[in-house]
């Protein structure tokens, strides 16, 4: 895409701008599940007065000024805007343990009658078959529904622990449900609550245009532009729970700096010379800089990574009108580097995922946390993650465990929980020439060649590896083998080797030097007096007829530097533990 900037010019006299939009909450209605919540929950006497809607503020403001540094010579144009938010957006999709759950109690539903009701018979419920809590309090299930405390939950372990102190410690940091929005009821619950999200942006553009000549023939224009943003209003950004810091913060500092020298030759020639230099920085701030061990509700841990992209863009156009042709010839240079740092696959991490053990869940399964291998009554088939998933987390068993390794160059491991840093670059280069031929007065042709070459991305620090044979060839030697009756058992191992301009190899894939991209265009005006066409286009050049074709070659290259900026085979490596028996599985012994 091809995006034009316009930007106003100051003049002989001195014109600004003062400008404010303000939006609040006082003219906003309630959520939905939010409004349900707060009167579900509320203890006033007059439950409207817990009818309080999301937060919401929005201000808009900014001033502009121009005019003349030195009349009819020298000018300047300034401009600022500013937004504030402060807003609330309700989050209803959130699960956290139940009551019951963080005492230690398990509930669940036992199988079904055949005709799809609740089995009473087997499962009356009620206080004969309350379970007790760590806290010695007890719970009372429902008909239909079986509870599990920490006596039963000990006798079923194969290690006899029961409920984990040090996961049931973390639940208790958590809210306590407010709703049954999400979640099975009875061991996750809903919460529901007005989560506060705030954005800052600031903005800033100047622009300097000087006549060199008094007849303005001779011009030299400066451009600049700076945009600092910081929000956690983007999507899942949000603090997951009140009290807690965002999930992560979009943070923007973008650059911008165009020069332009335009100079009127001669009457018939006409050059335009524009540098431009263009710095996108962004960033995700994340929420934690340490491992993670995750359970099977709602939780969420988001990692830093950033990057900068500066530009730089030289580009000269020049025309020459000769005759019935404008000829124009032209092109640019493109200088992009892309330095980043990603902590997205720097820690260890683990989880409580019921599947990842020998009987890829419990219930049902001939498993001793099944509750119908030790004389409780089976749990229905429909309830079967929920009770798999809760098991797990109030074991605290961590069934699955990843470590991460990262090397450098020289291909030592790097610090545990340190950043991956990459700094990718590409180059552009593209000449065109171009004829605009007036054939007739209502005829125009227009007949242009652009060369496009574009260097394949490569890692700036010699941190790039590529597969030997390549992937391309890999393939193309499986098709002919499997053709052949070979299987792949049979196929050489794919090596890893440095590759890339920094390591004095070939790169990624090889140089394009065939990209030409020819263009034809044409501009008709029919001028017919007479007949249908005058009748359907009209006379005197009313109607244009337009037609092109051409070629245009893309840009392939950011794809692979955001896969690889932070997880690039060769250099980054995970692994996984085993699936292990239930009394070797770790538990967790501390939050």
């Given at each position: 895409a091809q995006v034009a900037l316009v930007t106003k010019s100051g003049s002989n006299n001195f014109h600004g701008s003062v400008y404010e939009y303000l939006r609040n909450t006082y003219t906003s209605a309630n959520d939905y599940f939010n409004k349900l919540t707060e009167l579900q929950n509320c203890t006033l006497p007059n439950p409207n007065g817990c009818n309080t809607p999301p937060k919401l503020i929005r201000n808009i403001f900014g001033a502009s000024i121009g005019g003349p540094i030195k009349k009819g010579?020298?000018?300047?144009?300034?401009?600022?805007?500013?937004?504030?938010?402060?807003?609330?957006?309700?989050?209803?999709?959130?699960?956290?343990?139940?009551?019951?759950?963080?005492?230690?109690?398990?509930?669940?539903?036992?199988?079904?009658?055949?005709?799809?009701?609740?089995?009473?018979?087997?499962?009356?419920?009620?206080?004969?078959?309350?379970?007790?809590?760590?806290?010695?309090?007890?719970?009372?299930?429902?008909?239909?529904?079986?509870?599990?405390?920490?006596?039963?939950?000990?006798?079923?372990?194969?290690?006899?622990?029961?409920?984990?102190?040090?996961?049931?410690?973390?639940?208790?940091?958590?809210?306590?449900?407010?709703?049954?929005?999400?979640?099975?009821?009875?061991?996750?619950?809903?919460?529901?609550?007005?989560?506060?999200?705030?954005?800052?942006?600031?903005?800033?553009?100047?622009?300097?245009?000087?006549?060199?000549?008094?007849?303005?023939?001779?011009?030299?224009?400066?451009?600049g532009a700076t945009r600092d943003d910081s929000s956690d209003a983007c999507g899942g950004c949000q603090p997951y729970f009140p009290g807690q810091p965002p999930q992560g913060q979009t943070v923007y500092h973008n650059?911008?700096?165009?020069?332009?020298?335009?100079?009127?030759?001669?009457?018939?020639?006409?050059?335009?010379?524009?540098?431009?230099?263009?710095?996108?920085?962004?960033?995700?701030?994340?929420?934690?800089?340490?491992?993670?061990?995750?359970?099977?509700?709602?939780?969420?841990?988001?990692?830093?990574?950033?990057?900068?992209?500066?530009?730089?863009?030289?580009?000269?156009?020049?025309?020459?009108?000769?005759?019935?042709?404008?000829?124009?010839?032209?092109?640019?240079?493109?200088?992009?580097?892309?330095?980043?740092?990603?902590?997205?696959?720097?820690?260890?991490?683990?989880?409580?995922?019921?599947?990842?053990?020998?009987?890829?869940?419990?219930?049902?399964?001939?498993?001793?946390?099944?509750?119908?291998?030790?004389?409780?009554?089976?749990?229905?088939?429909?309830?079967?993650?929920?009770?798999?998933?809760?098991?797990?987390?109030?074991?605290?068993?961590?069934?699955?465990?990843?470590?991460?390794?990262?090397?450098?160059?020289?291909?030592?491991?790097?610090?545990?929980?340190?950043?991956?840093?990459?700094?990718?670059?590409?180059?552009?280069?593209?000449?065109?020439?171009?004829?605009?031929?007036?054939?007739?007065?209502?005829?125009?042709?227009?007949?242009?060649?652009?060369?496009?070459?574009?260097?394949p991305v490569w890692e700036t620090n010699g941190l790039q590896v590529c597969p030997s044979p390549s992937l391309g060839q890999w393939f193309s030697g499986r098709a002919r083998e499997g053709a052949g009756g070979v299987p792949s058992s049979q196929d050489p191992l794919l090596q890893i080797d440095w590759c890339g301009p920094a390591n004095g190899k070939k790169g990624y894939w090889n140089w394009d030097y065939g990209n030409l991209g020819p263009r034809v265009a044409f501009a008709w005006a029919p001028n017919k007096s007479e007949g249908f066409l005058r009748k359907l286009l009209g006379s005197s050049n009313k109607s244009s007829i337009r037609g092109g074709f051409g070629i245009v070659y893309d840009r392939f290259g950011q794809g692979v530097v955001d896969e690889f900026s932070g997880n690039s085979f060769g250099l980054t490596t995970s692994l996984s533990n085993p699936i292990l028996p239930l009394d070797s599985l770790p538990r967790l012994t501390s939050v």
């Open positions: 010579r020298l000018f300047l144009f300034m401009n600022y805007e500013g937004t504030r938010r402060a807003e609330e957006t309700v989050r209803s999709g959130e699960e956290v343990p139940s009551l019951a759950m963080r005492d230690g109690v398990l509930q669940y539903l036992c199988t079904l009658n055949s005709d799809g009701s609740l089995n009473t018979v087997q499962c009356p419920g009620g206080s004969s078959f309350a379970a007790q809590g760590v806290s010695g309090q007890t719970y009372n299930p429902a008909p239909g529904y079986i509870a599990l405390g920490v006596q039963q939950l000990q006798q079923m372990d194969p290690t006899h622990a029961g409920p984990d102190a040090a996961a049931m410690a973390y639940f208790k940091t958590l809210p306590a449900p407010n709703s049954n929005i999400t979640g099975d009821g009875l061991n996750y619950q809903g919460f529901v609550f007005a989560s506060p999200t705030h954005e800052t942006q600031n903005v800033y553009i100047a622009r300097s245009d000087y006549n060199i000549t008094q007849d303005g023939k001779q011009r030299l224009s400066v451009m650059k911008g700096l165009v020069a332009a020298y335009s100079a009127v030759i001669r009457p018939n020639l006409m050059s335009n010379f524009h540098y431009g230099f263009v710095r996108e920085s962004f960033g995700t701030i994340g929420n934690s800089y340490q491992p993670w061990i995750t359970f099977n509700f709602s939780q969420s841990v988001t990692r830093t990574q950033n990057f900068q992209r500066p530009i730089h863009n030289f580009s000269e156009d020049l025309s020459w009108i000769h005759g019935k042709h404008t000829l124009q010839f032209g092109g640019y240079l493109l200088f992009m580097r892309n330095p980043r740092s990603n902590f997205t696959s720097s820690f260890d991490s683990g989880n409580t995922n019921s599947s990842f053990t020998t009987t890829s869940g419990f219930a049902d399964k001939n498993s001793p946390l099944n509750p119908a291998s030790n004389g409780y009554p089976g749990v229905d088939p429909s309830f079967a993650v929920s009770y798999d998933y809760p098991i797990t987390d109030l074991l605290g068993m961590v069934t699955q465990a990843t470590t991460v390794f990262n090397y450098n160059r020289q291909l030592q491991l790097l610090p545990p929980n340190s950043a991956v840093s990459r700094r990718y670059a590409q180059n552009s280069f593209e000449p065109y020439v171009q004829d605009i031929w007036k054939v007739s007065p209502n005829l125009t042709l227009t007949l242009g060649l652009r060369y496009s070459l574009f260097s």
